[in-house]
């Protein structure tokens, strides 16, 4: 079971930016999918990006497209979220995620990590 933690949260202005780690602590097969969510308080936890580990294939939800890259270095086991234009509503605990399937629903995912807080004040 791969445990996962993830770093780089914090609080910034709107129109500001944050990096997002995960970083996976065993060995991170090539067919796994790795994802982060967020849940802001009171809402459900909500997709944000995945990628393959292996083609290194991307997909975002809307509301973060142009905004959001999700990349990976597969020698660290790691995958990396840059938040670029923060805005107020991105505010919300960050999940890291893995799993097996291409797919936005959080039922594919298995292991999660412990979440980080980003705050964007407006």
């Known amino acids: 079971q791969v445990q996962l933690t993830e770093s780089g949260g914090g609080s910034v202005q709107a129109g500001g930016s944050l990096r997002l780690s995960c970083e996976g602590s065993g060995r991170i097969y090539s067919s796994s999918v790795m994802a982060w969510f967020r849940q802001a308080p009171g809402k459900e936890r909500e997709f944000v990006a995945l990628i393959r580990w292996h083609s290194g294939t991307t997909l975002y939800a809307d509301s973060v497209k142009g905004r959001f890259t999700i990349s990976k270095v597969n020698a660290q086991n790691t995958v990396y979220l840059q938040l670029n234009n923060l805005q107020a509503e991105d505010t919300a605990i960050y999940y890291c995620?893995?799993?097996?399937?291409?797919?936005?629903?959080?039922?594919?995912?298995?292991?999660w990590g412990q979440g980080t807080q980003v705050t964007v004040a407006s």
């Open positions: 995620a893995k799993g097996s399937h291409y797919s936005a629903d959080r039922s594919s995912y298995l292991s």
